[in-house]
């Protein structure tokens, strides 16, 4: 498999994507390979979780888009094969200055050069829509979008898979993008209701493993530790790690039509 950069992108806030792009990172890392973590979230919130708070952050997400030395702005997380370029404020601002929509593909392009080896790279991103998500989804292999089965994130959905299309016709080129359900509830009938005619209209661009709400995430969330490790039989792994193995499935269909 070649190296593969993976978003998470939604334009509706808190359908799940910081903690997708957290678990599936840690799993990546632990089974899979080298990974770093990108956070572009003027948030932090995926920084906030890997990084242990004594950890001085001097460079970020910000200083990567300006500086050419990448390895300044990478630190180790305390899990092994996974590093980060942390989040930060700052980028808020950046994003106003910064037009080149091509800016962080260009810089993965020099990371050999810099002899930076990674299997995967992953993309945490925020939910406005903008130049950030831009220059992420154009940077991508694959794009995820966690969709919650309602009303406002189908639009959600349906505003991203028309800014990818406008990007991969900029591009020249195709963009892969999937959808995967999160925070779903076991017993409400609307929410079923709704799910199954989602599934019905994207089922070619559907990951189908449903990501129930678990309390494991929130208790995770509450005293600092880290899902994974907390839980590791937990449902939600189990869950995340299907996810995987459906995406894996995908990436080989990608790669063999490429090399064709
Ligand atoms: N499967 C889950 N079960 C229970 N809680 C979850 C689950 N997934 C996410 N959460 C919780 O839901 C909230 C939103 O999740 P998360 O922060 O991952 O979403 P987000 O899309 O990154 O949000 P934002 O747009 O604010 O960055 C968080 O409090 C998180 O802990
Ligand atoms: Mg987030």
């Known amino acids: 498999m070649n190296c593969q950069i993976i978003s998470f992108i939604n334009y509706k806030g808190g359908v799940g994507k910081t903690t997708s792009a957290v678990i599936i990172s840690r799993l990546l890392s632990e089974k899979y390979g080298n990974v770093l973590l990108i956070d572009t979230d003027p948030n932090y919130h995926a920084t ?32 092994a094969n996974l590093d980060i370029i942390p989040g930060s404020l700052e980028t808020a601002s950046v994003e106003k ?13 020099t990371f050999k050069k810099q002899n930076l080896s990674y299997q995967f790279i992953i993309f945490d991103t925020p939910s406005t829509a903008g ?34 299309g406008k990007i991969a016709y900029y591009n020249k080129r195709t963009i892969h993008f999937f959808i995967f359900f999160t925070l779903l509830h076991q017993s409400i009938s609307a929410e079923k209701n709704i799910l199954e005619n989602i599934k019905s209209k994207v089922s070619q661009i559907l990951l ?28 939600i792994n189990i869950k995340y790690d299907k996810l995987l193995k459906l995406l894996f499935e995908r990436i080989k269909l990608i790669e063999g039509t490429q090399n064709e």
């Open 48 to 79: 906030g979780i890997l990084l242990d708070s004594d950890v001085k952050v001097t460079k970020t997400f910000s200083d990567f888009l300006k500086s050419s030395n990448i390895k300044d702005c990478i630190l180790n997380t305390t899990y």
């Open 97 to 109: 200055k910064v037009k080149n929509k091509n800016i962080i593909k260009n810089k993965i392009k």
């Open 131 to 164: 130049f950030i998500i831009d220059s992420v989804i154009t940077a991508s292999t694959i794009n995820l979008i966690p969709l919650q089965p309602d009303l406002s994130s189908l639009n959600g959905v349906k505003n991203i898979v028309s800014n990818i």
């Open 208 to 235: 189908d493993v449903g990501i129930y709400f678990d309390k494991s995430v929130i208790e995770a969330n509450a005293s600092g530790d880290d899902i994974l490790k907390a839980y590791p039989g937990s449902e």
